[in-house]
C-alpha cells in the first residue's frame, strides 16, 4: 500500500491521519462517559494504528509503476475482502436475531443483546457493511475499466474505504450502547452522519474525477447507475438526518421533523436506500459483471437507458406506500402506490434485459455458478419487483403491512437478488483483481450457491406463509363481531415458521462462510502462478520476462 | 411549506408537472433511438468485454 505512494502522498496521508486522530482524542475527551467518547477511542486507535503503518513506510523508495499504464486495484481488495467479513458478521447478528424470534432465551438478558440494539446490527452489517463495501469496490473496478482510465487518485480511494467503514463500525458499536435515532436503517447519531457525508462526497468527487480522465466516447451504462446510487444516497442522508444534537459532547441528537412529515421524510429516505442503495447499485453491478461472465453484450442497451431514467424517475416518489392507513394524507398515498405500480414497467425491462443477454448461453448458465449467482439475481430481481409493485396496493398491503410478509419480501430482494448478485460479481471480480486463473475451488462457488438458494427459499417461503397467517388471524371475526384469535394465538401459529426461517438464514450464513473461505484461500493460493500480461501492469506483478509482442 | 395545500400540489401536478414528465419521457427516448448515437451504444456494450488489459494511453497499435 505504502510503497506504491509517492512521498508526497505519504505526508499527506499522515496529515490526514493526525486530524482523524486529533478529532477522536477530542470525541474521547469531550464525550467521556458518553457512547461518543467511545467512539472517539475506536477513532483514534484506528488514527494511531494506521500512522504507524504509513509512518513505517515514509522513507521507503519511491514507487517505479508507470501509472499511466497500470489500475489502481489495491484499495478494491480491501474493500472485497471486508465486504466479506461483514457479510460474516451481519448475517451472523441476522441468524442470531432469528433463532432469538424463535426461542426467546437466546435473548441473554444482556441490556446489549436486546432485540431493539441488535437487529440494526443486523441491518447495518448486511446493507451497509456488506452491501455498502462491495458497492464501493466493485465501483471502483467498473470506473477503471470501462473508462480505460486509472483512478484519479492514490490516497482518496483509500480514504473512501476505511473512512466508510470507520463509519460502519462506529454505528454498530453504537447501536450496541443503545445509541440510536430511531430512523430505520438511519440509526447512527449526527457525528458518525457527518462523518459519512464527508466520505461520501470524496467518493462522488473521486468517482467523476475518474471518469473525466476516461479513454472511451461514451460513459457505460453501469457508472450510470453507480453515480445514481452515490449522488441519491448523498441526498437522502443528508435530508433524514437534519438533527440538532443535544449537546456537542454527546451522541443524543433530535430531528429537525416531527409527527407525519418526520414518518414521510424518513420513509422517502427508507424506500429510495431501497431504490438507490439496493438496486441502483447492484444494477451497476448486474450490467458489469453478467455480460462480461457470459461474455455477450447486453442485450439492448437502448433499453438499459430507458430503465434507468424510468427507475430513477420513479422510485424517488414510492416511499409514502410504507404508510398506507396512517396519518398521512390519502392522497400522498394513493401517490405513492400510483408509483410503485408502474415502477414494475422500468424494473422487468432490467431483469428482461439480463436474462436476454443470457438466452442463447444457457450451457454457461448450467456450468458456471458464479453466472448462474448473476442469473438467479436477475430472477429473484424480476420477482421480488412484482410483488413489491403488488403490496404497495392500499388494499393488499392491509393485509401484509406489519405481519412477516413484509419481512419475506425484503429478505426475497435483500437475499435473493441483492446478495446473490453481490457473490456473482465477487466471484467473477477477485481473480480478475488478484490476477488469478480462477477462484481456489469451483466446487465450492457451486456449494455457495445450492446453499444461498436452498436458503433464500426456506426463508422466503417461511415467511410468506408466516406474514400471511398472521394477517389472516388478525382480521377474523367470530359470530359475536369480535376478533377470533388473541395476539398470543398468531404467535403459537408463527413458531414452526420462525423455526424454518433461522434454518434458512443458517443455510445462507453457512453459503457465506464458504465463500468467504473459497475468496481467502483464492487470495493466498501459491499454486496459481500470477496471471502473465503483454502490457505492463504494476511494477512488481504480471509481466512476462519478454515482452509477447517481440 | 405550509401553504402547499393538495388543491396547490395537484395544479403543479396536472400542469407543469405533466408537461415536464412527458418532456422528459421523449427526450430519453430521442436520445436513445437517436440514429446517431447507436454506434456510440454498440461500441460501449462490446468494449467491456475487453478492458482488463489496462488504460488506454494513445500508443495502442490501430
Not at chain 2, 41 to 48: E, L, M, P, Q, V
Amino acid at each position: 500500500m505504502i510503497a506504491k505512494f509517492t512521498v508526497a502522498e505519504r505526508q499527506w496521508s499522515l496529515v490526514l491521519l493526525v486530524l482523524t486522530a486529533l478529532a477522536g482524542l477530542a470525541m474521547a475527551a469531550l464525550g467521556a462517559g458518553d457512547a461518543m467518547g467511545v467512539h472517539g477511542f475506536i477513532v483514534l486507535i484506528v488514527s494511531l494504528g494506521l500512522i504507524f503503518v504509513v509512518g513505517g513506510g515514509l522513507f521507503a523508495p519511491e514507487p517505479t509503476e508507470d501509472r499511466r499504464r497500470a489500475y489502481y486495484d489495491d484499495p478494491i481488495k480491501l474493500g472485497l475482502v471486508l465486504a466479506m467479513v461483514w457479510a460474516v458478521i451481519g448475517m451472523g447478528v441476522g441468524d442470531w436475531v432469528a433463532w432469538m424470534l424463535a426461542y426467546p432465551e437466546a435473548r441473554f438478558d444482556a441490556a446489549w443483546s436486546s432485540f431493539g440494539r441488535v437487529r440494526p446490527v443486523h441491518t447495518t452489517g448486511v446493507i451497509f457493511g456488506f452491501g455498502g463495501n462491495a458497492l464501493i469496490a466493485t465501483s471502483m473496478h467498473v470506473m477503471q475499466r470501462t473508462s480505460r482510465a486509472r483512478m484519479a487518485g492514490q490516497v482518496s480511494p483509500w480514504f473512501v474505504i476505511i473512512g466508510y467503514n470507520l463509519f460502519v463500525v462506529m454505528a454498530v458499536s453504537g447501536y450496541l450502547m443503545g445509541v440510536t435515532q430511531s430512523k430505520e436503517y438511519a440509526e447512527a447519531e449526527w457525528y458518525a452522519d457527518i462523518w459519512l457525508v464527508i466520505v461520501w462526497v470524496t467518493y462522488f468527487v473521486l468517482y467523476i474525477r475518474t471518469l473525466a480522465r476516461r479513454n472511451e466516447p461514451h460513459i457505460y451504462v453501469a457508472n450510470w447507475y453507480y453515480l445514481a446510487f452515490i449522488l441519491v444516497v448523498a441526498v437522502l442522508h443528508i435530508i433524514n438526518n437534519l438533527a440538532m444534537p443535544a449537546s456537542l459532547t454527546a451522541a443524543k441528537s433530535y430531528s429537525l421533523f416531527s409527527g407525519v412529515q418526520d414518518a414521510m421524510t424518513q420513509w422517502w429516505y427508507g424506500h429510495n436506500a431501497v431504490a438507490f442503495f439496493l438496486t441502483a447499485g447492484f444494477l451497476g453491478m448486474l450490467y458489469y459483471y453478467l455480460p462480461k461472465r457470459a461474455n455477450r453484450p447486453i442485450y439492448s442497451y437502448r433499453l438499459s437507458i430507458l430503465s434507468f431514467w424510468g427507475i430513477t424517475f420513479f422510485y424517488i416518489w414510492v416511499g409514502s406506500h410504507h404508510l398506507h392507513y396512517t396519518a398521512l394524507p390519502h392522497w400522498v398515498q394513493t401517490l405513492g402506490m400510483t408509483f410503485s405500480v408502474m415502477l414494475l414497467v422500468p424494473s422487468w425491462a432490467s431483469a428482461g434485459n439480463a436474462l436476454m443477454t443470457l438466452n442463447g448461453a444457457w450451457h454457461k448458465v448450467r456450468d458456471d455458478a458464479t453466472l448462474r449467482f448473476m442469473f438467479v439475481a436477475a430472477v429473484f430481481y424480476g420477482l421480488s419487483t412484482f410483488e413489491g409493485s403488488f403490496l404497495a396496493i392500499r388494499p393488499v398491503n392491509s393485509l401484509s403491512h406489519y405481519t412477516d410478509w413484509t419481512v419475506a419480501h425484503v429478505h426475497a430482494g435483500a437475499m435473493g437478488w441483492v446478495a446473490l448478485i453481490t457473490f456473482g460479481a465477487i466471484y467473477a471480480a477477485v481473480p480478475m483483481i488478484w490476477r488469478r486463473e480462477t477462484m481456489y475451488s469451483w466446487k465450492l462457488v457451486e456449494w455457495h450457491f445450492w446453499l444461498a438458494l436452498a436458503g433464500t427459499m426456506i426463508y422466503v417461503f417461511a415467511m410468506w406463509n408466516s406474514g400471511i397467517v398472521q394477517g389472516l388471524m388478525w382480521r377474523t371475526y367470530n359470530e359475536a363481531g369480535t376478533l377470533q384469535y388473541s395476539f398470543v394465538d398468531t404467535l403459537v401459529a408463527m413458531h414452526p415458521y420462525y423455526i424454518a426461517r433461522a434454518i434458512g438464514g443458517l443455510l445462507f450464513l453457512t453459503g457465506a462462510v464458504v465463500g468467504s473461505y473459497n475468496i481467502w484461500m483464492t487470495i493466498r493460493e501459491v499454486g496459481h502462478e500470477a496471471k502473465a500480461r503483454d502490457v505492463p501492469t504494476d511494477s512488481e506483478a504480471g509481466e512476462p520476462a519478454v515482452p509477447v509482442a517481440e | 411549506m405550509m401553504g402547499l395545500s393538495h388543491d396547490a400540489v395537484v395544479a403543479i401536478a396536472k400542469s407543469f408537472g405533466l408537461f415536464y414528465l412527458i418532456a422528459m419521457s421523449v427526450g430519453i427516448c430521442v436520445y436513445a433511438f437517436w440514429p446517431r448515437n447507436r454506434a456510440r451504444f454498440t461500441h460501449a456494450k462490446h468494449a467491456i468485454l475487453e478492458d482488463e488489459d489496462g488504460p488506454l494511453t494513445g500508443e495502442e497499435p490501430r
